[in-house]
């Protein structure tokens, strides 16, 4: 193969891993040892969720996002580029702040639907499985987090969602 396939390829696995673990985030599909969990009620497991997810969107805000923002703008200052393609190193690791937002965002969103309706709460039409923690029904989940999207979407000025910072100079 080629110099430029194989650099673009380690470029691809990185951005696909790390965009991949918001997405697997988002869906609750992250692995985990329930031996315990599983073990607890109801009230300590939606605790025990709200732990995780904190813990998840400090680690984002903090490594990925700061960190790699710091990553960006430091490449970016010293104008490395990439030995094969002469891509901008700041463009391939951009991947890593948008990543982390991400990942805080999802994590933000379990912490406040640690509250949202259980499976219990559900009517009888939704279907569920056994695999599928009470707890944790996906129905419920993104029902809640549609709301919240609703919500948003009825914000007239966009400007206050997403204020502009200026970076200073």
Known sequence: PSRWTEELAGFQLSWVALLGAAWVLREGAHPGLDLVYRQLGRGLRRGADALGATLIALFSVVVLVYGGL?????????????AALDWP???????VPVAGALLTLFAVLLIACSGAPTSEQLPDDVP???????????????????????????????????PVVKRGD
């Not at 710091?70 to 990439?82: E, P």
């Open 70 to 82: 710091r990553l960006v703008f430091m490449t970016r200052d010293l104008g490395q580029r990439t």
């Open 89 to 95: 190193m700041a463009a391939v690791y951009s991947v």
């Open 128 to 162: 569920m499985t056994d695999a599928e923690a009470p707890d944790a029904h996906p129905d419920a989940l993104h029902r809640y987090v549609g709301q919240l999207f609703l919500q948003v979407d009825q914000v007239d000025d966009p400007a206050l969602l997403f």
